[in-house]
């Protein structure tokens, strides 16, 4: 089975530019979720969907970020305008929602670096 | 809210020794515990998890952990580690029910040394 796929695997823009990351969740899984990983800040939930619905978008830092899942198989993560510290690694991860061990398959992950 | 503290924020440790990394959690009911693996470059993979039955797991490449209830601790052990450990590792914690998100701890970079 494929797993979880995202694209890019890197990108580097400049401060102010739009930025989309993809996603496409493993097939069958139920639930979407965007992660952003820093050294800071270590592993932060941004957003997360069940059945393509937003249920969660707390840690979504700003108004500059949106997320989207259109269909069960793809969900898109967009900054705009992007800032320098936006830099991180996004992951995007799925999971089962009859699997109630809650188990996630993580994504290679996006990283991003804004000039 | 649940939270997950991972003491240890960097370990370094020569090769065969052992090793254990503590992760406490914060959530009074029934959880399922999870132990994450990041390795340079790399996304995050399962390492091992426990949902029920014997407390004491065992995980791929030999890693081990057990779940103590009384004292909300899942603690990550391997009695022998290898340079190929050097990583990062996440301690996670859900509800029983599945249906939450995950909640990650602040994550343990290991560095095994020769």
């Known amino acids: 089975d494929a797993g979880v796929i995202q694209s890019p695997r890197h990108e580097v823009t400049e401060m102010g530019q739009e930025v989309t990351l993809r996603c496409k969740p493993i097939?069958?899984?139920?639930?979407l979720f965007w992660y952003r990983q820093t050294m800071m800040r270590g592993l932060e939930l941004l957003i997360y969907?069940?059945?393509?619905?937003?249920?969660?978008d707390s840690g979504m830092p700003e108004d500059r970020f949106s997320a989207k899942m259109p269909n069960a198989s793809f969900s898109t993560l967009k900054i705009q305008p992007s800032e320098p510290r936006d830099s991180a690694v996004y992951f995007c991860?799925?999971?089962?929602?009859?699997?109630?061990?809650?188990?996630?398959?993580f994504g290679e992950g996006s990283r991003l670096t804004v000039l | 809210a649940q939270s997950v503290s991972q003491h240890n924020h960097h370990v370094i440790l020569s090769e065969a020794a052992s090793l254990e990394l503590g992760c406490n959690y914060s959530y009074g009911g029934t959880v399922n515990l999870f132990w994450y693996v990041q390795y340079p470059g790399q996304h995050l993979q399962l390492l091992l998890k426990?949902?029920?039955?014997?407390?004491l797991v065992k995980g791929i490449k030999g890693f081990e952990a057990e779940f103590i209830k009384s004292k909300f601790s899942f603690n990550l052990r391997k009695p022998s580690v290898q340079w190929s450990d050097t990583a990062e590792y996440f301690c996670a914690v859900g509800r029983n029910s599945g249906n939450t998100p995950l909640v990650f701890g602040k994550g343990t970079r290991l560095s095994v040394i020769a």
């Open positions: 097939s069958g899984h139920d639930y």
């Open positions: 969907f069940n059945n393509n619905v937003p249920i969660d």
């Open positions: 991860a799925s999971s089962r929602r009859t699997d109630h061990t809650g188990e996630l398959f």
């Open positions: 426990y949902f029920s039955g014997d407390p």
